[in-house]
């Protein structure tokens, strides 16, 4: 198959575990023989640069990387609050702020559509503009479209939308856009159940749940538990919003640590400043550290410094819908997992996994897993997952249902 993925979010411009999704698939892809084009964007503001990512495209893969035209550009240097700044864009921009990039994207895409002759047009959103480029593509030249959708969209979980016209725009184009489609690609089978639902005319075998995976190169440099150092728990990745409250979990484990004495928290990832401010205050001196983002073939080294990794939902809006990419990640880092999560799918799933799992909302569940996890650290007895259980999730099995669903629609 001749494939062009739209991705906004690309290499070595880093957005998480999305670009990581994004290339790896993309990856095995190639080594099974597969032609891949990607249009992404070069020159967007506020995103951290991860030149490690770039070892992983090839010198075969066709790359365009029309300039980014982003609101947030023109606001540079003129005296307004980010936070207003912000309140403004979201109610004027639709369907994000990435729309302005269509202006340079389009006419790139259609040249290389022309050039390239692809067999399918993959869009991976968010960013939304995603899939408006590949809807123009694919209706312009007739060729299928898949949409991969990591997050929902007209569910609006993260408050997007804040104006009538902008939601009734987004539910006009979201069903457009997956009646025209072959296809679709979710993360989540919540997110699957939620799109049949909503609009009738989609089939379950055309609604396919692929998730994130793990990268076996990081998992190969994660060393055994060293139990010589304090007890440690690490958390990975985004620590704001809505979805992501460590309120109650921060009150739980500040209590635990004094009792200890030798209880330790390290954050890595882009913090909101009043969660900083919240866990700083609540911990005991010297108990937690902040780092901003790590390098994907870094991450390994503070791994190696922890016992346990900590992973995070509250019951933000449609808290059902959604599972943090690094919850698969962190299958394969060879550490016991405890996830402090609301009741639903995400909960039942690692529970069937062996996931050390406590209701976010209960204090008393997340002492009691905090106190056996500690136990079976003074035992120097922590166990990770199975390997034949990570096995499922390595990207080359991922990228081989991608593979799979992409040929059985086209």
């Known amino acids: 198959m001749r494939i062009l993925f739209i991705s906004y979010f690309f290499p070595p411009y880093a957005h998480a575990t999305a670009v990581e999704r994004t290339v790896l698939i993309i990856k095995e892809l190639e080594r099974r ?15 951290a640069r991860d030149h490690s990512f770039l070892k992983y495209i090839s010198d075969d893969l066709i790359l365009v990387k029309p300039r980014a035209i982003e609101p947030s550009t023109f606001l540079r240097g003129k005296h307004i609050a980010v936070s207003e700044g912000k309140s403004i864009l979201r109610r004027i921009t639709w369907p994000d702020s990435r729309i302005l990039w269509l ?14 002759k692809p067999d399918v047009i993959v869009t991976i959103a968010p ?13 312009k030249y007739r060729i299928p479209h898949i949409v991969d959708m990591l997050d929902p969209w007209s569910d609006d979980l993260y408050s997007m939308y804040p104006e009538p016209w902008q939601k009734k725009l987004t539910s006009f184009f979201e069903g457009l856009i997956l009646q025209k489609a072959k296809g679709a690609i979710v993360a989540t089978y919540p997110m699957k159940w939620r799109l049949l639902e909503k609009y009738t005319f989609l089939k379950p075998e055309l609604v396919e749940n692929i998730t994130f995976g793990i990268n076996e190169e990081i998992t190969k440099s994660v060393s055994p538990v060293n139990y010589d150092l304090p007890f440690t728990l690490l958390y990975l990745g ?34 909101a400043e009043e969660v900083k401010r919240y866990v700083i205050e609540k911990m005991p001196h010297n108990s937690v550290e902040f780092h901003s983002y790590v390098k994907n073939d870094e991450v390994f080294k503070f791994v190696n410094n ?9 019951r933000g809006p449609g808290f059902e819908l959604v599972m ?5 990640t962190y299958l394969g880092l060879k550490r016991p997992v405890l996830a402090t999560v609301p009741q639903g799918w995400t909960m039942e799933f690692l529970k069937r996994l062996g996931v050390e799992v406590a209701d976010i909302d209960k204090a008393e569940e997340i002492k009691r897993s905090l106190e056996k996890l500690y136990q079976d650290y003074a035992n120097r007895s922590l166990k990770s997952l199975q390997e034949k259980t990570t096995k499922e999730f390595s990207y080359s099995k991922i990228a081989e249902r991608y593979e799979a669903f992409l040929k059985s629609l086209i």
């Open 33 to 47: 023989g597969h032609k891949v084009a990607v249009i992404t964007a070069r020159d967007y503001t506020f995103v």
């Open 306 to 314: 922890s016992h346990v990794l900590w992973l995070l939902i509250s």
């Open 324 to 328: 943090p990419a690094k919850t698969i």
């Open 238 to 271: 985004t620590l704001r919003g809505s979805h992501k409250n460590p309120s109650i979990f921060i009150e739980v484990f500040s209590e635990f640590a004094r009792k200890s004495g030798n209880a330790r928290l390290i954050i890595v990832g882009n913090t």
């Open 127 to 139: 960013p939304y503009t995603d899939l408006l480029l590949g809807f123009f593509l694919s209706w």
């Open 103 to 116: 202006i340079n994207a389009l006419p790139a895409g259609i040249k290389l559509v022309k050039f390239f």
